[in-house]
Nanobody, 126 residues
Framework: QVQLLESGGGSVQTGGSLRLSCAAS????????MGWFRQVPEKEREGVAS???????FYADSVKGRFTISRDNVKNTLYLQMNSLKPEDTAMYYC????????????????????WGQGTQVNVSS
């Protein structure tokens, strides 16, 4: 059973930066596709970015050029560097993992990921 624990959320102004971290336990994160999702009330959870075992990265169009996903397989930690934040980035951010080295076309489908963290809130004010 993979356990995930996010940290790093907070409140920033437009244009600011935050770095989210997700610590994975019990299983090596290197064999998993890992991703970041976000959700606002009454909307479906959306994929923000994912990274596979080979370091290939996948991004939502809305965050390309602003967000960077990375992973440290020694520390079993996933990161999301968020720059040039906008008010529309305000959401609860979740770390997720699935036993799949490739991610592939499912990288943004929350239904495919069985393991989730508890979430960390990001608020961006104008």
């Amino acid at each position: 059973q993979v356990q995930l624990l996010e940290s790093g959320g907070g409140s920033v102004q437009t244009g600011g930066s935050l770095r989210l971290s997700c610590a994975a336990s019990e299983y090596p994160s290197s064999t998993y596709c890992m991703g970041w999702f976000r959700q606002v009330p009454e909307k479906e959870r959306e994929g923000v970015a994912s990274i596979n075992s080979f370091g290939n990265r996948f991004y939502a169009d809305s965050v390309k050029g602003r967000f960077t996903i990375s992973r440290d397989n020694v520390k079993n930690t996933l990161y999301l560097q968020m720059n040039s934040l906008k008010p529309e980035d305000t959401a609860m951010y979740y770390c997720a993992a699935v036993y799949d080295r490739f991610c592939g076309a499912i990288w943004s489908s929350y239904r495919y990921f069985p393991y989730w963290g508890q979430g960390t809130q990001v608020n961006v004010s104008s």
